[in-house]
């Protein structure tokens, strides 16, 4: 991916909330390390568990087992562990609530 | 009208060169249709569209033992195709006499254009009887369809139908945005546009509900869903990984309701006028949704059979099937594919994700991109060919 001045990482951030409520942001470009989230108009870093792939999620904040996972300021499924701040929020740690007769 | 920037006030007066049509909208293509309707002479369709340059396919493997509902959207589905503007004329390829009438008698009722039919009852069974019957009829529509010229219309008369397929994180986050905000400018020029794929409304019924135009309209979104809902779990199975697909979750997305979510932001922000059936003309102008299967194949075809000139396709890593009988608008916001698939991807929204152009920039471009298309200029999809028609059955693909 192309760098210049204007892209995101180059300007102080490499994933974002889609919405001031989400409890996950949005990697946008492969990061490890550190996490530079754009929540509005505030950057919050946080420490990486692992590395996340561009377009995956990262969690902001504590998910405690059941707890509701959000982005796009909508809840989008529910953690099936815990989940701390910093880490993968996919497929093995949470899970959708809806179209699923085994629920 | 918050779609439209204060520096350009006149899109409403713009105006796309097309092929004016007896009844109902301009075609932005002036292509003779070969329309097999039974399944049985599917081969013989496909050798007669080969011996036809120049026209489109569209044939259905289905035809016979469908009854009720499934036999009404089959039908909905020919006199749809059979309709489209962009197919200056048709042409019927049957197997029996009566029903090829009936198909004929609905597309001249809705359309106002030139039919022709050949049919295996019109050559006692012979294929290539029928072959030679169909070519002969086909080539004296090309030669009527070749008469007509481009002329100015107005951009209202522009009905885009909005797809994604083979989605990731940069769909929710760009393309599907960017296609929303060109369905925003295009309603408000009084133009009409349609999302469909009400599986990928699941989590997000609620969101579209509340921009419906009344609460007949929104209950029927919400129910909309529920009913397929209700039918992934009588049949005891899980949707993850079917949707979302295996692509969707390799590029990020957990769960039917992110999927959703990043979705409908294709359907803008304008009022959703109504929930069409499958294959279903809007009734009015603006945004609509239509109750549709979640395979991008059927939901196009549901699209143009509602009589959608135009389709934007959004995608994250690329996905090549286009609409055949309307040219296919294929948008990535991932820079990535727009780099390798520089030959599939028609518009790049990447600017949009390297925070490189404000959403209303590329919107303003994408729109400028679709009148260009609307006036001749070829997608990749047409170039190469990628396009089909897929042929739903009512109760078949989630």
């Known amino acids: ?103 | 009208m918050g779609g439209i920037s204060p520096d350009k006030p006149s899109r409403q007066q713009l105006e796309f060169l097309g092929y004016l049509r007896p009844v109902g909208r301009a075609g932005v293509r002036n292509t003779l249709l070969v329309l097999g309707i039974n399944g049985l002479i599917t081969p013989t369709a496909r050798r007669i569209a080969q011996a036809l340059p120049g026209c489109k396919l569209a044939a259905t493997p289905y035809g016979r033992g469908q009854l009720g509902p499934d036999k009404d959207m089959h039908f909905a589905q020919l006199v749809g195709l059979g309709s489209h503007p962009n197919s200056g004329a048709t042409l019927i390829v049957g197997v029996d006499r009566p029903s090829a009438d009936a198909v004929a008698e609905a597309i001249a009722a809705r359309s106002g254009k030139a039919v022709a039919i050949a049919t295996l009852d019109d050559v006692h069974e012979d294929a290539l009887a029928l072959t030679a019957l169909a070519v002969r009829r086909g080539g004296e529509l090309a030669r009527l369809l070749s008469t007509q010229r481009r002329v100015p219309v107005p951009v209202a008369e522009l009905f885009v139908g909005i797809e994604c397929g083979h989605s990731d994180a940069t769909s929710g986050l760009v393309s599907n945005p960017l296609a929303g905000a060109l369905a925003d400018r295009l309603v408000d020029c009084g133009g009409t546009a349609v999302i469909g794929e009400t599986l990928e409304w699941l989590g997000a019924e609620h969101v579209l509900a509340e921009r419906a135009i009344d609460g007949v309209v929104g209950a029927a979104i919400v129910e909309a869903v529920a009913k397929r809902e209700r039918a992934v779990a009588a049949l005891g199975v899980d949707l993850l990984y079917n949707n979302p697909g295996h692509e969707n979750v390799r590029g990020g997305l957990s769960s039917i309701e992110e999927k959703s979510l990043g979705a409908i932001a294709k359907a803008g922000e304008r009022p959703i006028r109504s929930v069409l059936a499958f294959a279903a003309p809007p009734p009015c102008t603006g945004l609509h949704v239509m109750d549709g299967p979640g395979f991008s194949p059927e939901s196009l075809t549901g699209f143009a059979a509602a009589g959608a000139q135009i389709m934007l396709f959004t995608t994250g890593p690329g996905n090549s099937f286009c609409s055949h009988v309307a040219p296919t608008i294929k948008i990535s916001g991932h820079p990535a594919t727009t780099e390798r698939l520089a030959a599939q991807i028609d518009f790049d929204a990447s600017p949009l994700f390297l925070a490189q152009a404000s959403l209303a920039a590329m919107a303003d471009s994408l729109f400028d991109y679709l009148l260009d298309v609307a006036g001749g200029t070829a997608t990749w999809g047409e170039i190469f060919d990628e396009g089909d028609e897929c042929f739903a059955r009512f109760g078949g693909s989630f």
């Open chain 1, 1 to 103: 991916m192309a760098e210049s001045e204007n892209t995101p990482g180059a300007t102080g951030w490499n994933a974002m909330a889609i919405h001031p409520h989400d409890s996950v942001a949005v990697a946008l470009r492969d990061i490890e390390g550190e996490a530079r989230v754009r929540v509005g108009d505030a950057i919050q870093v946080v420490r990486l568990a692992a590395p996340i792939p561009m377009g995956h999620k990262l969690a902001l904040s504590r998910h405690e087992t059941g707890g509701d996972v959000r982005k796009y300021g909508q809840r989008i499924g529910v953690a099936t562990a815990v989940i701390e701040p910093g880490h993968h929020v996919h497929v093995h740690n949470m899970a959708s609530c809806r179209g699923r007769s085994g629920a």
